[in-house]
């Protein structure tokens, strides 16, 4: 029979071995021997006091001092809020204001967004973003539309020119017309009593002509093919010469003083003059003149016909811009919006009917005009007088010149009329400009005797063309 002590125990101990040789210790409702093991060891003699083992592949995140290194962030009441508060603000955005109403999971009724296109049957239309929305995501916006395009970083113009050529005897007249560039890259300068051609592609000078010590140049100007010059002089004549060979084809008359100004279309030269008079030249008659045009009150100073020939744009020192009809000898449009002498005149190559025209230092304006109806489009303050202007065949911009007091030049994109560039070097007004055949490079001129070539405009993108590689492309045809 066995004794109330053993049974007690709950142990069966061999013979010969009292119940206090062995020390038995419960740790979280399990048995271990007091005697450690090795495992046992080094982890009593480490500073950790973690107790939680881990398994022998899986280690214990718990048991990790990641909070050390900075690798677990201890969570702040103000953090927890406004998470709370910007997702709830992306779940509006997302899924529309009412989503809030909507009891959460586990309050009695199960989360669900709203469904907004039930038995809709049309897209509605949002209308644009307000500045001020209070929306982070903007009105239109959602994971389905593609992202907005980035604006284009504005284009780069450089701000000095890239070549400078002396001009002795330039002179500092707002009503002369002095520099001219062809469609065959020649500029034509006039300086005193002097042409002077200069060849671009090998930069050759070569004196045209020269009037003697009894005249002067006033006005130069190319044909549209760039072969022949016509020259306004002092005398009140017209001249034209052969710019291939120097040799003078024409000598007409008809004005009574100075000839400052000329333009030409496919057949005709306009010329105007301080006699307030503008002449239609015909050189395929012997008549000096074919018309006369008769409009303004003072000097003629600006003029300049359409892309298409049909319309003829003057301006004068009487503050008028007058728009002519090719057929007609009364103006059709008499605009006197300006309030200072209008020399500043460029028709739009990219719009019909569009006109440009600047005002002088009383003015100081660009205004562009519609001439179908004669209406005014719009109207910029330059802060400074307009000397010329000129449009970019290559891009919707335009450029203009200034005079005092800072003698700019300036690139304008048209019609937001948001500048561009603004560029400075000429050390009296900018008086002259002129555009090369490609439409790239614009040369200034100034009484400060200094031409300078300024790159402005980009190229013109042409599409490129497809090469047909067909059976009976040309590329296969052979002709024997």
């Known amino acids: 029979m066995e004794s109330p002590q053993r049974r007690k125990s709950g ?107 039930m ?88 004196k045209l002509c020269d009037l003697g010590p009894n005249d002067g140049v006033c006005a130069v100007q190319w044909t549209r093919e760039g072969s022949y010059i016509s020259i306004g002089t002092s005398l009140g004549q017209v001249q034209v010469w052969d710019g291939t060979q120097c040799k003078r084809v024409r000598t007409m008359g008809g004005h009574q003083t100075r000839t400052g100004v000329l333009a030409w279309n496919s057949r005709i030269l306009s010329s ?33 016909w359409s892309h298409d020939d049909r319309e003829l744009a003057s301006g004068g020192n009487d503050n008028q811009l007058l728009v002519w009809n090719q057929h007609s000898q009364q103006p059709i ?9 209008v020399k500043a005149i460029a028709w739009s190559p990219h719009q019909s009917g569009l006109l440009a025209s600047g005002g002088g230092t009383a003015d100081r304006c660009i205004r562009f005009w519609n001439t179908t109806n004669g209406h005014q489009l719009n109207s910029v303050d330059t802060g400074s007088q307009v000397c010329n ?25 048209y019609p937001s009329m948001s500048k561009v560039a603004t560029l400075t070097g000429h050390t009296l007004r900018v008086l002259y400009l002129a555009m090369s055949p490609d439409g790239q490079t614009i040369v200034t001129g100034a009484g400060d005797e200094t031409l300078r070539f300024w790159n402005v405009f980009p190229s013109m993108k042409t599409p490129t063309p497809v090469k047909d590689t067909g059976l009976w492309s040309l590329g296969r045809t052979h002709i024997r």
């Open 11 to 117: 142990l069966n101990l061999p013979a010969g071995m009292n119940q206090t040789s062995l020390r038995l210790e419960t740790f979280s409702g399990s048995f271990r021997s007091s005697v450690s093991s090795p495992r046992a060891i080094s982890s009593l003699s480490s500073p950790s006091k973690s107790s939680t083992c881990s398994d022998r592949f899986i280690p214990c995140r718990s048991s990790s001092r990641l909070h050390t290194f900075g690798l677990i962030e201890k969570e702040s009441p103000v953090k927890e809020g406004g998470n709370e508060a910007y997702a709830r603000l992306l779940k509006s955005e997302l899924f529309g204001s009412d989503f809030g109403s909507f009891s959460p999971a586990g309050q009695g009724s199960p989360m669900s967004s709203p469904s907004k296109n």
């Open 119 to 206: 038995l809709r049957f049309k897209t509605e239309h949002s209308g644009p973003n307000s500045p001020y929305s209070p929306s982070i995501l903007g009105q239109d916006s959602g994971f389905s539309h593609e992202a907005s395009t980035p604006p284009k970083p504005p284009r780069k113009v450089p701000k000095t020119p890239h070549k400078v050529l002396d001009a002795p005897s330039l002179q500092d007249d707002f009503y002369l017309n002095l520099v001219d560039w062809s469609s065959q890259n020649v500029l034509a300068v006039g300086l005193g009593t002097c042409v002077y051609l200069w060849t671009a592609s090998n930069s050759k000078v070569t």
């Open 272 to 304: 105007g003059s301080r006699d307030r008079n503008i002449l239609q030249h015909d050189l395929r008659v012997s008549n000096d003149y074919v018309s006369k045009l008769v409009g303004h009150k003072s000097e003629v100073c600006g003029l300049k």
């Open 333 to 341: 449009h008499k605009l006197t919006e300006h309030t200072a002498a």
């Open 389 to 413: 202007l000129a449009w970019s065949k290559n891009v919707n911009e335009l450029v203009s010149t200034h005079g005092y007091s800072q003698n700019q030049i300036m690139v304008w994109k």
